[in-house]
């Protein structure tokens, strides 16, 4: 065999410097992980145990933990599970089902592993030339196969939420003032196309969570957008399809059949809970309770209730609630803290209003769809909060960065 095979690099890579070839290794496997959500969950899911390997492995070898406000509260989750499985009808299934609770991992694994603002700018790269490229074949299906939502390799209302994170990643990259004219029309031209496929899933809940992480957006970065952002929604109202626009207005009437079902679900929840206020069922798939609470004709949609709140309360009590709550509390200010912390930097600024907004859209979203429980959505959403720490991080590295 020969010495200057690829094995023999590699153990002389990872010989001359562990924790940097380990730290490279995670980029690698975390932006495999991201990346591959759209099409591959087993992938993705691959991908995710050999990042949480690798990890692991960095910690041991580099003995110092970063900490964040939401360590002990992520711990108390999962007590919170534990308990829950304990009391649960269904115990095994319960306890099984805790294993979401290893998706938290992501979060830490954001910025133990970038370090550099080159390597998040080339990872954006690869992921929003993926996307766009896999959006253009969703959007050539839809046409040539006339189908009414998209979602190649995944249900139409998680190709939703993962448009709805990627479409407002791209936003405040737009507005970055070190991007050439070039950069910013291939970036737009991107936009417009990942939006579209946005748009074709027809998920409503999406829809509004993106609204609500562009005005929250404009808001942060600069309020003089408010009239350019009203008349883009005004033009879009009046040239979109009539069936996007019926689609859309559906949102606000309480007799679509869809709207009835939510609030029934979060009715029937509120029965649930009442006879399991503490701890809740378990963290189980509800629709075999939720019949039993349901009148006759009311159908189960799924094993779930479509609102990420009622979903915490059944399953894990008012217990399991006020940690869940406690969680995103403190997440959003630990977001705006280091947004703040960073934000006379411009291109920093952007980068920390990211999780922001994707923070808000998430929310929205998880009124009328349980998003914290689809893997994908989750895996993205604590990807990007991470990137958070990553300004902060850059920022105390050098105070007087200068980013390009």
């Not at 970065?221 to 207005?249: D, M, S, T």
């Not at 606000?252 to 029934?264: C, E």
């Not at 679900?265 to 503490?278: A, H, N, Q, R, V």
């Not at 629709?287 to 479509?306: D, F, S, V």
Request: glycine share 4%; proline share 2%; net charge positive.
């Amino acid at each position: 065999m020969k010495r200057n095979n690829i094995f023999y690099l590699i153990r002389n890579e990872f010989k001359s410097n562990k924790i940097d070839f380990i730290r490279k290794s995670l980029i690698f496997f975390l932006s495999i992980e991201v990346i591959s959500l759209s099409f591959s969950i087993a992938v993705s899911s691959i991908s995710f145990g050999i990042s949480v390997f690798l990890w692991i492995l960095l910690i041991y070898y580099i003995r110092k933990w970063e900490k964040t406000p939401l360590d002990y509260l992520f711990i108390l989750f999962i007590i919170s599970e534990i308990i829950s499985a304990i009391f649960s009808e269904d115990p095994s299934r319960a306890i099984t089902n805790t294993k979401r609770v290893f998706i938290f991992s992501v979060f830490y694994m954001v910025f133990w592993a970038f370090k550099n603002y080159n390597e998040i700018k080339q990872f954006f790269k690869i992921f929003i030339l993926f996307i766009t490229v896999l959006s253009l074949f969703e959007i050539i299906e839809k046409f040539i196969f006339h189908i009414d939502r998209i979602g190649i390799f995944q249900h139409y209302m998680t190709t939703g939420g993962i448009k709805m994170i990627i479409s407002l990643y791209m936003l405040p990259m737009i507005f970055n003032k070190n991007l050439n004219k070039n950069e910013r029309i291939i970036l737009i031209l991107s936009f417009i196309i990942i939006f579209f496929t946005l748009v074709l899933t027809m998920t409503r809940s999406s829809w509004l969570g993106f609204l609500a992480g562009v005005i929250f957006f404009i808001l942060f970065y600069n309020k003089k957008y408010v009239l350019y952002f009203l008349i883009i929604l005004v033009l879009f109202g009046i040239l979109a399809p009539i069936k996007i626009k019926e689609r859309a207005l559906s949102s606000f009437d309480p007799n679509h059949p869809s709207n009835r079902t939510r609030i029934h679900m979060i009715t029937t929840g509120f029965e649930i809970f009442k006879d399991y206020p503490i701890f809740g069922i378990g963290d189980i798939d509800v629709k075999n309770i939720y019949l039993r609470y349901t009148i006759p004709y009311e159908k189960a949609e799924g094993g779930h209730l479509h609102n990420n709140f009622m979903q915490i309360l059944v399953c894990l009590g008012l217990f399991g609630l006020i940690i869940f709550v406690l969680i995103f509390v403190f997440l959003f200010i630990y977001l705006f803290k280091n947004y703040k912390y960073v934000e006379k930097n411009e291109e920093l600024k952007l980068l920390s209003i990211i999780p922001i907004i994707v923070f808000v859209a998430f929310h929205v979203n998880g009124l009328f769809e349980w998003n914290f429980g689809d893997q994908e959505i989750a895996i993205l959403f604590w990807f990007t909060m991470g990137l958070s720490q990553i300004g902060k991080n850059l920022l105390n590295f050098n105070k007087n960065m200068v980013v390009k």
